[in-house]
């Protein structure tokens, strides 16, 4: 069965930061590009970040270049997003997924179930 597992979030002050992790299971990671999107109350759907399959080239939205970072860890099959100066815009559910066709799109249905980050003083 493929799953994706998400953790990592919290409650954290602007400013500060955190990594989010991304744990697959019946898949290998490696072998598709993989992405981060995220939604705020209220919301769409937010792309964030993509990781190409090589590992090799990284994608970020205007709204968090600069301050999150996403990785892989191969031998873990597991996917992060270390996120930095969190603003309190960046409030929301964050959710792993494989990446679409174009840099910013996700493949909806291979999404987990998300973990909560929520930056506030």
């Known amino acids: 069965e493929v799953q994706l597992v998400e953790s990592g979030g919290g409650l954290v002050q602007p400013g500060g930061s955190l990594r989010l992790s991304c744990t697959a299971s019946?898949?290998?990671?490696?072998?598709?590009?993989m992405s981060w999107v995220r939604q705020a109350p209220g919301k769409g759907l937010e792309w964030v970040s993509r990781?190409?399959?090589?590992?090799?080239?990284?994608y970020y939205s205007d709204s968090v270049k600069g301050r999150f970072t996403i990785s892989r860890d191969n031998a873990k099959n597991t996917l992060y997003l270390q996120l930095n100066s969190l603003k309190t815009e960046d409030t929301a559910m964050y959710y792993c997924?494989?990446?679409?066709?174009?840099?910013?799109?996700?493949?909806?249905?291979?999404r987990g179930q998300g973990t909560q980050v929520t930056v506030s003083s």
């Open positions: 997924a494989k990446g679409g066709r174009a840099y910013n799109e996700i493949e909806n249905d291979s």
């Open positions: 019946g898949f290998t990671l490696s072998h598709y590009a």
């Open positions: 990781l190409s399959a090589s590992g090799i080239s990284a």
